[in-house]
């Protein structure tokens, strides 16, 4: 089976901050790991993916992610963060040995709020 | 470039009635799947496709039927519509193979609120 933590409901943090959003995972086989946003009334969108390879994984509008396979966590980071990143952001899992059809399993998302 | 499609965007029903929610790709993606996302519990899988007549359920099947015709089209029905179905609902699609392999596309959503 494959599951998905992310265990804050939100986080705040000042323009200009770093930002860190938290996701652990587990699964039975190798992990492909994604970060998804969601935008008030509006489907999700992708943002970044690590498939393999490079453990720092680059996205869209200057997020980052970290692979770390001993602690089975893909955080999403960003140096600075802006007022315009506020949003629903959602870390998801597909278990290769058994997550056939791009079955993805999403977090319960995380409320980023950037303030001035 | 229309991308997912889904219709309606919003729609009210009775306890009991039955209804179907469309979902349309113009990106010739193998995968379909829909999910429904409620507060505090993120997006569940309800049903998957990987190609025309192929079909399989996902976490949450129950009291959901669909059916893969077309290539772009995925709808979903709910056959007798419980309060426990008030959710917002997504499509969303993706290549099967490819780079572009396990990205879903979504569509804007389906609110559906059951009385």
């Known amino acids: 089976a494959q599951s998905v933590a992310q265990p804050e409901d939100q986080v705040n943090v000042a323009e200009g901050n770093p930002l860190t959003v938290k996701c652990t995972y587990s699964v039975s086989g190798n992990p492909y790991l994604f970060w998804y946003v969601q935008y008030p009334n509006r489907g999700l969108q992708f943002l970044l993916k690590y498939i393999t390879g490079d453990n720092l994984v680059k996205g869209s509008y200057g997020f980052e992610a970290e692979f770390n396979k001993s602690q089975t966590s893909f955080h999403l980071k960003k140096p600075s963060a802006l007022v315009s990143d506020s949003a629903l952001y959602f870390c998801?899992?597909?278990?290769?040995?058994?997550?056939?059809?791009?079955?993805?399993?999403f977090g319960t998302g995380t409320q980023l709020k950037v303030e001035l | 470039n229309a991308g997912v499609t889904q219709t309606p965007k919003f729609q009210v029903l009775k306890t009991g009635q039955s209804m179907t929610l469309q979902c349309a790709q113009d990106m010739n993606h193998e995968y379909m799947s829909w999910y429904r996302q409620d507060p505090g519990m993120g997006l569940r899988l309800i049903h998957y496709s990987v190609g025309a007549g192929i079909t399989d359920q996902g976490e949450v099947p129950n009291g959901y039927n669909v059916s893969r015709s077309t290539t772009e089209d995925f709808p979903l029905r709910l056959l007798s519509a419980a309060p426990s179905q008030t959710s917002v609902y997504f499509c969303?699609?993706?290549?099967?193979?490819?780079?572009?392999?396990?990205?879903?596309?979504f569509g804007a959503g389906s609110r559906l609120t059951v009385l």
């Open positions: 969303a699609s993706s290549y099967g193979t490819g780079s572009g392999a396990n990205v879903l596309t």
């Open positions: 998801a899992v597909r278990d290769l040995l058994t997550g056939g059809g791009n079955k993805l399993t």
